[in-house]
Structures are given as C-alpha cells and as structure tokens.
C-alpha cells in the first residue's frame, strides 16, 4: 500500500528536536526526508549523551528514522550549489538556524522560491522570525519558562519543566501538520509558501483554556502539583504502598467513587455533592480522602475503582509503561535495524492507520551515509564526488 507521503521529497537541514521531529512525522508517513548536516560534526544531538546506545546518542536515535543522511559544508560555495540543486525538486525544506542565517548563506525563501516556485519552505525557531525577540536563541527549557508552562508546572513553592522536552515535540508535531496542510494547498495553487513556526508560539496555543479563562475572567491558575484548578479530586494522592491519580471530572463520577469505597458520609456531605462546591471546600475534601487512602493499598483502590467506571490509576515509570501489555499490544516500541545498535527499538509513529501503515524503511542514518548516493541521484560523477571529500565539502 502507497503511503500518505510517498513521492514527496524534504529537505532537513533542521538539528537537535523539534525540526527532526517534524521531518520524522513525514518520514515515517513516505517521504523521502534528506537529512543535511554539516561534514565533520553533524547534528549537535548527536553529542547528546548520556544516555547513549553502542556510542550512538539515544537522542539522536529517537527522531531520526526513516531518513536517508547527508553531509555538506554550507560554508562553502560548492555546498550552497548542492543545496540548490536539492531543492530543484523538493517539495518541502525545513531549517532551524538562528533568525536571518539562511539569508546569509544565499538559501533565503525569497531566493528558493525563484529556483523552485513549488517549494513549502519551513523555519522553526525560539520566538520566530518577526517581532522584537526574533534574535533570540530558544531552547526548550528556555521556552517553557517563558511562555507561561512553568508558572503552573509543579508545586506552589517552586516551578519544574515537563520532564519531556514538550515545547520541542509540540512544535516538531505542528511543524509537521503545517508542512501537510501547505502541500495539500499547493496542490490546487501549485505554488508553495513560507511557514514561519516558533516554540512561543506552540506553547501560546498549548496554553488553551487557560489563555480564554485569562482573557474572560482576568485569573489564571497557579501552580497546584498534581491538581486540577477546576476539578475536585483530580490529583495525585499518597496510599499505603504507591501513589495513585483519580480524575473525578463530574458529579455522577463522584457518586460513583463514594459508593465504591463506601464513603456514604462523603457523598451525603452536601458542601460535597456540586463540583463547584468541592472546589470550594478543597483543602479539606482532600485532607480527608489523604487520610483515608493512607489505610488503603492503591491496588485496593484502583480495583474497586475500576470496577465502578471511576478514572484512576498508579504513577508508572518508563520502564513500567513500556512493558505495560496495553502498550505491547498497541505496538508503540518497533523494531528498527541498525548496523552499529543490535536490537535498536523506538517509539512508534502514534496513529493507527487501517491502511496505510507507517513503515520503517531507513535506521537513523550515520554522519553522511547517503551523500554519495544522494549526489550521484543529481547528476555528480564519481571523479566530482571523490573531489567534494577531498576538499570537505561533503
């Protein structure tokens, strides 16, 4: 079967996560991605260790798959010449140099586009490229600060990153659904487009109700842990053993959570029964079940909970999750061959397609291993490749 993708080709000239991420999405949906790094140091996530797997970054690793790899020395007019000569026919290039480095080098959209009118040309960065912080590096950490995520991440006292890199993979993840909604675009226009993606601007929209319940009301939430600022119980408590997490998202939910561990008292408390009012009366609804879970195992509690239709469940860790048998059977860590890490296996691509199934068709590839192959595909003979090594351009 024909995957989505296949039969478009991308440019990657994108290092460390969010722009590898997004190419990996193509990827794995058939495009043919060309990941472009430069000849003696290559994309800096390589060096992103540890962990790290038979000396390959597990970083790396992780999100870049299914692309054939490159290397060209942009710092060179026969480099620059390369890279136009890709993009005659690509349909997607996707970059993320600081503010003002493609124009630099001669590889603006405004220079591209007079090469290849169709070409969907992508730049991801920290703040964007208009405004008055478009100069400024962006990092992950950096962005989660600073586009309001850690203000209401972790406990009242103190502020904490998401322990993923989740501005980085967001805005990989929108990148991607940009990149898809352009070439659907040009399939009618037949004319590509500039799109301009910033990790402000992914955490501004992953800001979601909070934004609107600041812009109606003026407030937003401040940091509460585990807690939901709208819903009660919806957190993390303590038991006898482990932690676990309820998300008692409504009243009937409530119901059914006292009746299931025969808390009659709770659910005929009438400061208890509206989850307004439990929002009201929070310290205290929640010092109360506290104290009732730490006389209870958080199997007790997650079995009679279960049973009566009530979310719950335990805080798991990664190596937890992934040999959960919901995670097995889902098929969410492949197999991928590679020929310095035996038994390599990656998160799979998260959506399931009856059809059109992604396929692994490339292992993450080493420093330039496809330029003699990607060259040769342009017209280069071997005496122009052998002369290209030499003189590190490739």
């Known amino acids: 079967m024909r995957l989505p993708l296949e039969g478009f080709k991308v440019l990657d000239l994108s290092r460390t996560l969010a722009g590898p991420y997004a190419t990996m999405m193509l990827a794995d949906m058939g495009a043919d991605v060309i990941k472009v790094e430069e000849p003696s140091s290559g994309d800096e996530s390589r060096r992103f260790t540890p962990p790290k ?22 710092k060179s007019s026969e480099g620059i010449e390369i890279i136009k000569e890709l993009v005659k026919d690509a349909d997607v290039l996707v970059e993320n140099f600081r503010t003002g480095t493609m124009e630099k080098l001669g590889l603006g959209y ?40 850690m203000s209401i991440t972790g406990e009242e006292d103190r502020p904490a990153k998401a322990g993923m890199s989740i501005a980085d993979l967001t805005t990989g993840m929108f990148a991607a659904f940009g990149i898809v909604s352009a070439l659907h675009a040009s399939k009618s226009t037949g004319i590509g487009q500039y799109l301009d993606i910033s990790l402000l601007d992914s955490q501004v929209a992953l800001l979601n109700h909070m934004a609107v319940g600041y812009m109606a009301e003026g407030t937003y939430p401040k940091r509460m842990g585990t807690a939901h600022g709208s819903l ?21 939910l409530w119901n059914k959570m006292c009746t299931a561990l025969g808390w009659t008292d709770m659910e005929n408390e009438e400061k208890f029964k509206l989850n307004a009012d439990r929002v009201k009366y929070r310290d205290e609804l929640e010092t109360m079940i506290q104290e009732r879970f730490l006389q209870m195992s958080s199997e007790e509690i997650t079995g009679k909970l279960d049973r009566a239709g009530v979310p719950c469940g335990p805080i798991q860790t990664i190596d937890q999750v992934l040999k959960h048998p919901q995670v097995i059977a889902r098929e969410m860590m492949i197999d991928i061959e590679h020929p310095n890490v035996p038994n390599l296996k990656v998160p799979a691509f998260p ?11 490339y292992a993450p590839p080493l420093l330039g291993e496809h ?20 003189n590190n351009v490739i």
């Open 53 to 74: 797997w038979n000396d390959e970054s597990c970083y790396y690793l992780a999100a870049n798959r299914n692309k054939r790899g490159i290397t060209v020395n942009l």
């Open 110 to 149: 405004e220079t591209l586009k007079e090469i290849n009118p169709k070409l969907i040309f992508c730049s991801i960065s920290g703040f964007g490229r208009t405004g008055p912080e478009k100069n400024r590096a962006g990092y992950d950490v950096l962005l989660q600060a600073f586009a309001g995520l």
């Open 232 to 252: 009660v119980p919806y957190r993390a408590f303590k038991t006898g053993d482990h932690d676990v997490v309820i998300a008692v998202a409504n009243d009937g």
């Open 351 to 361: 959506v399931k397609f009856s059809e059109t199934k992604p396929q692994v068709r």
């Open 371 to 390: 330029s003699e192959e990607v060259l040769r595909s342009l017209g280069y003979s071997d005496e122009k490749i052998r002369e290209l090594i030499k």
